[in-house]
């Protein structure tokens, strides 16, 4: 049995799910509501305050299927609580980031600066040398720092670049003089 799949999804106060037919699985909180169509083959369902999903047979696709299933069901449920961030920083000389209104101005020694508008549901600010993601929906919020980050990524000579909080980069030694 998948053991991220066995575990019960705690559904935290002031949060709300409903499962429609065709598991459509729709999470109410307080940072918002998100809704998602799920496989069909699992069965979801609601038990004394907790999400279980179970699977019908152990066939290799219904077990990768059980544990992507019930993760998707708690993303959405952490997201509508607690919301989710992700931190970038902006290393470089010259190499900065700026916010006005949606749209988020980065100047990142290229000729031009590079302007970015904030998707659908997906805040962004900025704070020194740090850009901070911000949203509901766990994919949107990963896919668009890793947008930002992809529009100049970190080189390992200087270090120059967008790299996440967390990253490590490993630096390289540069070249040496003639002897």
């Known amino acids: 049995m998948s053991r991220i799949g066995r575990m019960p999804v705690v559904i935290p106060a002031g949060v709300t799910v409903e499962i429609a037919e065709g598991n459509k699985v729709t999470v109410k909180g307080p940072k918002g509501q998100l809704s998602m169509d799920l496989p069909v083959e699992m069965e979801i369902k609601i038990e004394d305050g907790q999400v279980v999903v179970t699977r019908p047979n152990d066939l290799k696709k219904m077990k990768s299927l059980h544990g992507l299933t019930r993760t998707l069901i708690h993303n959405m449920v952490v997201g509508v609580s607690e919301g989710y961030t992700k931190t970038l920083e902006v290393n470089g000389v010259g190499y900065r980031a700026a916010k006005a209104g949606k749209k988020l101005t980065l100047t990142l020694g290229y000729s031009h600066p590079v302007e970015m508008e904030d998707p659908e549901g997906i805040s962004t600010a900025v704070d020194g040398n740090k850009i901070i993601v911000s949203g509901i929906d766990k994919q949107k919020v990963g896919q668009y720092a890793a947008e930002i980050r992809e529009k100049r990524k970190p080189e390992p000579y200087k270090g ?20």
């Open 160 to 179: 120059k670049g967008i790299k996440y909080d967390y990253e490590v980069i490993r630096r390289k030694v540069g070249k040496t003089g003639k002897k």
